[in-house]
């Protein structure tokens, strides 16, 4: 279902190939030749201890960071600028802008004009119509967060990066909004970094632990079933386990 009958439909998402990637932090390397996939159309979790990489990848998929060596690139072969949107773990919403304003800033910053109705739907879709006039401050932290999820919807990108966007909010407002996104980015190409095996077995098809200097991938773990899968789903907590034991070294 598209999230508004005047909202641009979802185009098909490309997959997206990483390989051969080398680059060095200092005298260190970071990666050495690591190459992998992002399924088309799939979320996939990226998992490691802090300082493993994880987020400079990150920045290397979305452009922000080129490598020594390597390619990043779309499976359909058509260029990734301009088709990625990114969702930090902190909100980065401007002060003096409204929720309105902060969902459509991207517009107004390439000089497009903003579609007002398409955003207020998207902040209806997250449960915040009756904030659109809301500055920032007279938000939680929970709302600010839903306010960065419209604005990455609006960018209507088909793939989307994010890095630990959850992290800060309370367990319970992050199971809700956990499950908000698994519905409202369902068929975008997806690479969602976390600290949260919990949260990652919710929400990705496919597992992915980044580890050791320079750093390589564990094997694929997938995971079964819709998106998002319930808090005491059996699966949930049998992918956990596995997952626990790769993040500390019990299991290749």
């Not at 909100?91 to 903003?114: F, H, I, M, Y």
């Not at 007002?116 to 119509?129: C, E, P, Y």
């Amino acid at each position: 279902m598209p999230l508004d009958a005047r909202a641009p439909a979802l185009r098909p998402c490309p997959g997206v190939r990483i390989e051969g990637l080398s680059l060095h932090f200092g005298a260190q390397p970071l990666f050495d030749g690591l190459s992998f996939d992002l399924q088309a159309g799939r979320l996939t979790a990226l998992l490691g201890e802090s300082g493993v990489g994880k987020t400079t990848l990150l920045r290397v998929v979305a452009g922000l960071e080129a490598p020594e060596r390597g390619r990043v690139a779309a499976s359909d072969a058509q260029p990734l600028a301009g088709r990625v949107a990114f969702m930090g773990q902190q909100d980065l919403l401007l002060p003096w802008l409204s929720a309105l304003g902060n969902v459509t800033l991207g517009a107004r910053l390439r000089g497009e004009r903003p579609d007002r109705d398409r955003a207020l739907s998207l902040l209806g879709r997250v449960g915040l119509a009756d904030r659109a006039d809301a500055s920032p401050e007279a938000l939680s932290g929970g709302m600010r967060q839903r306010v960065a999820l419209a604005r990455t919807l609006y960018e209507d990108r088909p793939i989307v990066l994010m890095d630990e966007p959850f992290s800060a909010l309370d367990s319970l407002t992050r199971a809700r909004i956990q499950a908000l996104a698994a519905e409202l980015l369902a068929g975008r190409t997806v690479l969602l970094i976390t600290h949260d095996p919990w949260e990652a077995c919710r929400l990705a098809d496919v597992l992915l632990v980044l580890q050791g200097n320079p750093a390589t991938l564990s094997a694929p773990l997938v995971v079964g079933g819709a998106t998002p899968r319930a808090v005491d789903d059996a699966n949930v907590l049998t992918t956990q386990g596995k997952l626990l034991k790769q993040l500390i070294g019990e299991e290749k």
